[in-house]
């Protein structure tokens, strides 16, 4: 399968590294042969038909800061919307950062994809969030695959997991933490006694938190992926500004110390239900699925069939978003077939 | 017929008495009573559980007579008839007046504030309150979005249970 990665930050170059790792062991699993085509950053691109070197890459990335000093096939100033028009692929990674604002230029790239007849495989909530419907429906009108696992509580599966794992349930509700950067603050306030702002610094030293944390504390990362389940689970048709959303920057140490003492926690708690699309602040009983620390992500789902169904994993890291967009490749190569 | 109820009674001298004894008078057969004095509840209660026996209608004239003498009916037959909601709100209590916030959840029909505990914070507008209510079964969605609603008016942060 001839691949094309749009975007080359964290989540970009894990997908190159797990490429390089799974290469091998995919072509005798799956019979697959995951060829990386063109790769754009936000500075130019590199392309070759006969398949660049992941390993290559990620050094030339790591030692200039732009792919397009690849060897011998690097272009300077190529854009994505370019690169779709010049090269053979067959599966799109849309992977450039997220825009809450208007979803660009991730949509575009996703809608050419599309409508040129390629499967797309994205991480990226901002075009998710706001236009799920027009990507789905393009998808669907043009006969391909959309993918998007990552796009939700980076490797913990949830939307394969609901629409195939549980594709005979009927899902009710669903609530989870969907923000590590969150958890891991309200963790350690919860631990510590700290402050919020000097849990945030702390949890921006070590880099958990970004220089400017807004879409994570405020909670409108979490609400992105509120729509997204909403959407692409309970087959609602909603966005962004559906979502009532309260992050986390208010919270107290004196209001935890108060949970505490009636055997609560305080969690940033994404809800979706037919009911009420919301994030905010919850308490959460000690002993519950939700208590879980760090930067882990939780989400239970209510199903008619098999009551409540929980899963846990890593919510970001480059690798453990990879991992998502790699088994959505792996199962449209299975899908074509 | 039998019922089986689980009440909430005061710890003081008298109290089991004065549930037990308007029973018989109603005509109602007390078949059992366990009541352990050293399981209490949070708020110190006891709670206490007794099995009638009687007619539909002598049996329901038990469970009015309780209702008036302000006792607790917690579960009938297994089932929970208060439910406990408990809430944190964050921001300027002593200017948006507690007291006004106990009082609007208080006049909700089946619904009374069984605790308070204020913390304030060095930084006034960020104290925190947590509210212990109790409400008749079934009534949690209303009051928690009664809450909300009283959290938007006085520009309380409001965090509810999941």
Redesign the interface.
Known sequence: MRICIIGFGSVGQGVAQVFNMKRDRIKQDYDLDLQLVAVADSKGAVISEEGINPALLLETKQNTGRVSDYPEYGVNGVTGMDLLDTVEYDCLVEVTPTNICDGEPARSHMLKAMNTGRNVVTSNKGPLALGFTELRDTAQDNNVMFKYEASVGGAMPIINFAQETLSGCEIESI?GILNGTTNYILSRMAKEGSSYNQTLNEAQEMNIAETNPTQDVEGEDAACKVVILANSIMNMNVTYNDVMV?GIS???P??I???K??G?L?KL?G?VSHDSLEV?????NEG?P?AVEGTLNVATLKTDLADDVTVVGKGAGSIETASAILSDIISISKSMI | MRLKLVLELLDVPGQLLDALNPIGRLGANIVAVIHQRDVKTERGTIPVQITIEGDEETLNKVLKMLETKGIQIIQVDGILRKEKITTILIGNIIDQDVKDTVNILNQLDGVRVADLDLKMSDHPEHSASKIIIEADYGRKKLVTSKIKEIGSNKGFLVINEV
């Open positions: 609530y309260k208010q919270i107290t004196e209001s110390q108060l949970a003492k009636e609560y305080i708690i809800e905010s602040p919850r308490l959460v519950s939700f």
